[in-house]
């Protein structure tokens, strides 16, 4: 006799746990009934995220590398899953590899991207990244790889996401989600939501507490978001669907300089 | 205006413009070498030593708005003899209540040498005329309590008007010598750094406090090593430049047997065994002593407890 | 209800007052370790037997208890060594994408996390430095050590700007016994992350955590040859400098044996980095945290019983507050519990070996016999083993032996200043120049200092901090080449051209 699979219920990621909408509702995407996200759910979302972002930056840049690279682990364990809900097996890869390598970088951004700067006087100068704050990440095509090259470079900045989905592809979303679950990510530094994409991302383009917003995935009026984007001077960042560089960690971090006096 | 006892060095009137100067402390070293002390792996007779101590220097505190007779009559009742199952264990240092139940707590522990701390000057903020916080000073002692347990003004400290500080604490030493000894709580989750501490605990020590303490033990933040670590410094401090004996306390947060071991160690390692007694050291806690009660327990059976077999009062 | 109050009374007079509260023995377990009776080479991904056919013993120094037999490797046995690294290198490694290189690495920092216990016990064990520090120190810096330089494999373009970094060979290094697995760490971690193979020398008296590394190795399944480790005394470290088939050449270790490699090398091309000794100076301003200052002296030479090149051996206090700072020092050594490194609650263990013993007895009694004024705080030491007693030396000049020459051993040399200058002209005033340590609560006093200390580590208001993303290494004697940070890459790659 044949046996009945358990089906898989497919909600949203929010703080660490797997709850509905808060509507509701749900639409059809990849035969099954998967979480059509609210303003409301990327509002709590976001608060969420805003509220994780202090644990989650002063963690120490190894403990944040770690982290991630512990996403790697997760998401090599689950190989297979991942594989049935995106292009295959060479895509899962492809994104496996590409979080170990934004996970290297965690605690070598500051020595690439910062400095001490020779300033004319006797004064000790040094400029340091930081985190942004809270991103808003509009997840390309393909489902997984375009996500987490948007995704692992946003993390391993310190900042924290609040992440949509690909309308038609959601489910492999969510699958990573339980990886991030499982991986020690702290409970509300990554976010998803699932659902149309024009109901959610002009709420994100004009969510005042988003300090910036990749719209490398944007599809529909990019000039909008833009638009709306201006209301809080959001960093707009345009990225590679499928690169790797540090420049892309870059976009999402805020430099500072300090100057300290050099006296007995 | 008061007369002040001496002062430690460095530290003169007018305060205002001196105070900010004094005592830096490095709160990264500080706060790693409280951590390297807590390591200390402590076991069989010197783990049993330890909580034996941890009961003789508690002071068992209740100090809710709902507390009553009944409750401060059960509460004095372990206080006294915390394990009526094993003889062996001893009675708690002193018991800590609000003004209006001190007289029945005194009642409760005469002839038992447990001492009556009654907490005073509008615990746990402080926020009121000076005239109000010695009247409550005088009757809670004429009440029959041993210790008066006082906070500072932290409003005062904080906004700079540390000569105002000073004085409270002079002017309820007064109402208090001869009668009660006086603990001073710097409340020291407010107080925002570890210069701070270090700067409240000397004012407070020049004032005549016999005792400084942490917390009111009201403020999700209190007792912390850290923080006690550089009050005991302090304390070291005064007792190495003046040969003056300061008592230290640590209230607030203090829950488990783990952690009273750990504040233990921490003193003996900074100060030495002499301060190792009510005398001169106390820990203020209420659900601490059933944990301490199980461990001392398991550490006799060999089993891991469980809570129903002791009492709760 | 009290049934008996004098009962109650009585029980309160009879608590006695304790003189002492001793802690019990809280001994870490050596069950999680299991050492083999005899160990061959580590070569090609296999232990073998020394060609050489000469073996020696090596011991627990708390305990003068033989652990283990150790091959001595000659010079055929260096040979194979060097050819299995080089094939590796041919064949393997320098074939494989920089990704996969990095996820080897990856591998071998979770599997030292997972194995942390059984290595610290090893390193207390074989090492003598206390379990709390390989515990707490030791085994997390080399694991992050390995986590660090993995990220850089695939990354090295960014590294060096316009430069194609290319991996340089095969690598001879060569370490000490104080921090055997994180020495181990800090030479292994880089040169493969880079693309190069090695063969690494532990030191004669602590070759245990090396060997069982192997082990660690082989569950990662870094391919054979990658990592030969070849266990002798000078001897065969003296093979593997002068071997021709190595491209460079890493040693950290004392001065001596340093120039005497430089010696070896000159003319012959090889790439050379030098880790060698220090004669640190900890400057202490009266405007100091005193009680953490004076922690920070504590750390800076009684850690790891100051078998350390950058122990802050000259504490140099200024004068204003130097009755002070001697009463706290003095008083704090007291607490200090020096005895079983096995024991948790130790803070200063067992001296590494007799040798070394001998040579820190010596330079105190010059000392004593120059004039300095000696002081011990009562200590009960085991019976067996290797022991020295916390030491510091006050009324030391500068030209006193114990002011000048590295003890490598847990004794202070404590001299006074005036002025920032003095302080500066006095620290500086020395061959070497490893690292220096400031205690001043003024910021811009901190960079002054830093700014003027001839010594490539400067440690402010701290000391003995070390992490992989932070460059170390010397100036002057104290050698060149730094380890740690992107700078660490530099010495095991090939820049030339772009």
């Not at chain 1, 509905?20 to 990327?42: F, I, P, Q, W």
């Not at chain 2, 105002?164 to 002017?171: A, F, G, L, P, T």
């Not at chain 3, 067996?384 to 040399?413: C, D, H, K, M």
């Not at chain 3, 170390?472 to 820049?495: I, N, Q, T």
């Amino acid at each position: 006799m044949s046996r009945l699979p358990v089906r898989k219920t497919y909600k949203l990621f929010i703080g660490g746990a797997f709850p509905r909408s808060e509507s509701g509702r749900t639409y059809d995407a990849e035969g099954a009934n998967v979480a059509r996200g609210s303003r409301k759910d990327l509002r709590d979302a976001v608060r969420i995220a805003r509220q994780a972002g202090a644990g989650w930056s002063g963690m120490t840049a190894y403990n944040r590398g770690q982290v991630v690279y512990r996403v790697a682990e997760m998401m090599e364990a689950r190989r297979a899953e991942l594989a049935g809900l995106s292009s295959g097996a060479d895509e899962v890869e492809r994104a496996i590899d590409r979080v170990v390598w934004y996970a290297g970088w965690a605690d070598k951004l500051a020595q690439v991207v910062g400095s001490a700067n020779p300033v004319a006087g006797p004064y000790f100068n040094f400029t340091i990244p930081e985190p942004t704050g809270v991103v808003g990440i509009l997840a390309p095509e393909p489902p997984l790889l375009g996500l987490v090259s948007r995704l692992a470079p946003v993390l391993v900045g310190g900042n924290t996401a609040v992440v949509v989905a690909s309308e038609a592809h959601p489910l492999v979303a969510i699958e990573l989600a339980e990886c991030l679950a499982t991986a020690d990510v702290p409970p509300g530094v990554v976010n998803v939501i699932t659902g149309l994409r024009r109901e959610l991302a002009p709420q994100l383009a004009s969510h005042m507490d988003v300090v910036a917003l990749d719209v490398t995935g944007a599809d529909g009026d990019l000039a909008e978001l833009e638009r709306l984007g201006a209301e809080n001077v959001k960093r707009i960042v345009r990225g590679k669907a499928d690169g790797q560089s540090p420049y892309e960690i870059a976009a999402f971090l805020e430099l500072k300089t300090v100057w300290h006096p050099i006296g007995m | 205006m008061a007369t002040a006892p001496v002062l430690p060095g460095g530290f003169e009137l007018p305060l205002e413009p001196r105070l900010p100067r004094l005592g830096s402390i490095d709160a990264v070293a500080l706060e790693e070498r409280a951590a390297t002390l807590a390591t200390r792996s402590i076991k069989k007779g010197s783990k049993v030593f330890a909580l034996d101590l941890a009961i003789r220097v508690m002071d068992l505190t209740t100090l809710e708005g709902a507390d009553t007779p009944g409750k401060v009559a059960a509460l004095t009742s372990k206080g006294i003899r915390p394990d009526p199952s094993d003889p062996n264990i001893p009675s708690v240092a002193a018991i800590c209540v609000y003004p209006n139940l001190v007289a029945y707590a005194v009642e409760r522990t005469r002839g038992t040498g447990v001492k009556v701390a009654a907490v005073a000057t509008s615990f746990p903020s402080g926020q009121s005329s000076l005239d109000v916080k010695l009247l409550e000073t005088r009757e809670v002692i004429d009440a029959g309590a041993d210790e008066v347990d006082m906070v500072i003004d932290r409003g005062a400290f904080l906004s700079g008007r540390y000569a105002q500080v000073y004085d409270e604490i002079v002017r309820v030493k007064e109402v208090c010598a001869g009668r009660a000894h006086l603990k001073v709580i710097l409340e020291t989750g407010e107080l925002g750094t570890y210069d701070n501490v270090r700067r409240a605990s000397l004012l407070a020590i020049a004032g005549g406090a016999d005792f400084i303490k942490t917390s009111t033990g009201k403020l999700p933040s209190s007792a912390t090593l850290p923080v006690t670590l550089c009050m005991l410094e302090a304390i070291r401090d005064v007792h190495e430049e003046t040969g003056r004996v300061v008592g230290m306390k640590a209230a607030g947060g203090i829950r488990q047997a783990k952690q009273a071991v750990q504040y233990l160690v921490q003193v003996h390692e900074t100060l030495g065994l002499a301060w190792l007694t009510p005398d001169r050291y106390r820990l203020g806690a209420s659900t601490l002593l059933n944990d301490v009660l199980m461990q001392i327990r398991k550490e006799r059976t060999g089993r891991y407890q469980n809570p129903d077999y002791f009492t709760v009062d | 209800m009290i049934k008996d109050k004098r009962e109650v009374a009585r029980r309160g007079e009879a608590a006695a007052i304790p003189t002492a509260w001793e802690y019990a023995p809280a001994p870490e377990s050596r069950e999680i370790v299991h050492f083999e009776d005899r160990y061959g080479l580590y070569i090609g991904g296999q232990f073998l037997e020394p060609l050489s056919n000469e073996r020696y013993t090596t011991i627990d120094p708390a305990r003068e208890e033989p652990l283990a037999e150790i091959a001595q490797a000659g010079k055929a046995d260096v040979d194979r060594a060097v050819k299995a690294a080089r094939e590796a290198y041919a064949e393997r490694w320098s074939q494989l994408r920089p990704s996969e290189r990095a996820k080897y690495l990856f591998r071998i920092a979770r599997i030292l996390q997972e194995r942390s216990r059984e290595f610290a016990v090893v390193e207390s064990l074989n090492g003598g430095k206390p379990i709390r520090e390989s515990r707490d120190v030791d085994l997390p810096l080399a694991a992050a050590h390995f986590f660090y330089y993995a990220g850089w494999a695939d990354k090295l373009e960014y590294a060096f700007p316009n430069r194609t970094p290319r991996p340089i060979g095969v690598a001879g290094q060569i370490i000490p016994w104080n921090f055997p697995l994180l020495m181990l760490a800090w030479k292994i971690a880089p040169a493969l992350a880079a693309g190069n193979t090695v063969v690494l020398k532990p030191a004669e008296t602590t070759p245990l955590s090396a060997l069982l590394f192997c082990d660690v190795v082989r569950q990662a399944e870094l391919p054979p040859g990658v990592v030969n480790i070849v266990t002798g005394d000078g001897r065969t470290g003296a093979e593997l400098v002068s071997h021709p088939d190595v491209d460079k050449i890493a040693f950290t270790g004392s001065t001596e044996v340093g120039k005497a490699i430089q010696r070896t090398l000159a003319g012959s091309g090889k790439r050379l980095t030098l880790e060698l000794g220090g004669k640190a100076a900890n400057i202490i301003f009266d405007d100091a945290p005193l009680d953490q200052a004076v922690e920070g002296i504590i750390n800076g030479i009684y850690f790891n019983q100051g078998h350390v090149c950058c122990a802050g051996s000259r504490l140099f206090v200024e004068e204003s507050i130097y009755e002070t700072v001697i009463s706290k020092l003095k008083r704090r050594m007291k607490t200090l519990r020096v005895g079983d490194p096995l024991d948790k609650n130790t803070d200063v263990g067992a001296i590494n070996s007799k040798q070394q013993l001998d040579k820190i007895g010596s330079l105190v009694q010059s000392g004593i016999d120059e004039g300095a004024e000696i002081y011990q705080p009562p200590c009960k030491l085991p019976e067996r083993g290797y022991w020295f007693v916390p030491t510091v030396f006050t009324n030391v000049a500068q030209s006193y032996r114990i002011a000048q020459e590295e003890i490598f051993g847990p004794v202070l040399s404590v001299l006074t200043f005036r002025t920032p200058d003095e302080a500066i002209e006095k620290a500086n005033n020395t061959p070497y120049g490893l690292s220096a340590g400031v205690w001043t609560e003024k910021g811009s006093r901190i960079l002054a200092m830093a700014q003027k200390l001839r010594a490539g580590v400067v440690w402010a208001n701290t000391y003995n901090r070390f992490d992989p993303a932070s460059p170390f290494g010397g100036y002057k004697e104290s050698g060149f080449g730094r380890e740690g940070g992107r700078h660490g890459l530099e010495p095991y790659v090939a820049l030339d051209g772009s």
